[in-house]
Nanobody, 122 residues
Framework: QVQLQESGPGLVKPSQMLSLTCTVS??????????WSWIRQPPGKGLEWMGA???????YYSPSLKSRTSISRDTSKNQFSLQLSSVTPEDTAVYYC??????????????WGQGTQVTVSS
């Protein structure tokens, strides 16, 4: 059974960087051909895909967030991470990590983390 768990600060100040980590258990993030995504849901709005890192380390980003987003991984810890720079209160959301069978199958996910609330406020 694959499990994903998000971790990181719940409160970030405006203009700072938001950093989250997703720890994966029950499966390797380097197994072909899985793609590991970050998705967020602002209050009262729908899900927004932010980007993904594939099994081979290739990264993919939402065009609307690409200039502020970086996704990386630590294969020794079976983790992948999100960094979002220059945050504003509009970045307040529940942030999820999730697995897709392949980059081409996004946004169909078979496993999700439980989500973590991040609030941007001074």
């Amino acid at each position: 059974q694959v499990q994903l768990q998000e971790s990181g600060p719940g409160l970030v100040k405006p203009s700072q960087m938001l950093s989250l980590t997703c720890t994966v258990s029950g499966g390797s993030i380097t197994t072909s051909y899985y793609a590991w995504s970050w998705i967020r849901q602002p209050p009262g709005k729908g899900l927004e895909w932010m980007g993904a890192i594939a099994y081979d380390g290739s990264t993919y980003y939402s065009p609307s967030l690409k200039s502020r987003t970086s996704i990386s991984r630590d294969t020794s810890k079976n983790q992948f991470s999100l960094q979002l720079s220059s945050v504003t209160p509009e970045d307040t959301a529940v942030y999820y990590c999730a697995r897709a069978a392949d980059v081409a199958t996004i946004p169909e996910y078979d496993y999700w983390g439980q989500g973590t609330q991040v609030t941007v406020s001074s």
